[in-house]
């Protein structure tokens, strides 16, 4: 599925370049720019330091100066207006109209932003299949663009089937049966030694600690951390070296 996003009359450059970097977290890369302020956007310090990266984007992006030029090719055209229209394509959530067109086959679809000082023309939305409008509190509607396409690509790539969330640190392997008994009866010793558990009348501590440890699946160097408490709990009935 083909995606392009588009800025008409981007008046601030570092919107630009916030454009680029919500568009690269989403892994989408066709961005096209209507006739922006600055002829140079893609080369200002403020588009590439609010691009954090995504330079790339930022060095395929195109500048055109009509509207018709930056829709070559899409199929599917889709306007960002927070403010509903009279007459128009249907207002829906991004959501509720970008998860059924992820399944409709081979499309060319263009998410259209407007200007940030006047928003988008009338004209412009009527040339658009569907007005998204990202539903925000009603007493304060105000989306910077940035944050516009922010929303619209993460939801535009979850309804596309998303990325799945990375762990932050490798899956730990569980120590095995063997090493589990072997600490528990090190700390049965040391139990023992510091007078807590009564090998007489043991009741039922060693299984209840059995059953702790089976539920906590501790891992290899759990196990010795363990097993290194044990043989301190032990050291200490024994008093200071050398006494």
């Known amino acids: 599925m083909r995606t392009r996003f588009i800025l008409i009359q981007t008046s601030h450059a570092g919107n630009v370049g916030a454009a680029a970097r919500a568009m690269k977290t989403m892994g989408f890369d066709d961005l096209v720019l209507v006739a922006p302020r600055w002829a140079n956007v893609l080369r200002r310090e403020e588009t590439i330091q609010r691009a954090s990266g995504a330079l790339d984007v930022l060095n395929n992006a195109r500048i055109v100066e009509t509207l018709d030029e930056a829709l070559d090719g899409v199929t599917h055209l889709c306007a960002t207006a927070m403010i509903p229209r009279d007459f128009g394509p249907p207002t829906r959530t991004p959501r509720e109209h970008l998860e059924p067109l992820a399944t409709q ?139």
């Open 105 to 243: 086959g081979d499309q060319h679809v263009a998410f259209l932003f407007g200007s940030e000082r006047f928003g988008m023309r009338n004209e412009d939305v009527y040339r658009c299949n569907v007005a998204l409008s990202i539903p925000t509190d009603p007493k304060f509607g105000s989306l910077n663009l940035g944050a516009a396409i922010q929303v619209v690509a993460y939801e535009w790539r979850l309804a596309l089937g998303g990325y799945g969330v990375r762990e932050a640190i490798a899956p730990v392997q569980a120590a095995d049966a063997q090493a589990v008994a072997g600490m528990l009866d090190h700390w049965e010793r040391s139990l023992v030694d510091i007078g807590f558990l009564d090998p007489a009348a043991p009741k039922k501590l060693m299984p209840r600690l059995q059953q702790l440890f089976n539920r906590a699946q501790p891992t290899p160097e759990e196990i010795h951390i363990l097993r290194g408490i044990a043989k301190a709990m032990s050291d200490a009935t024994r008093g200071p070296r050398g006494s």
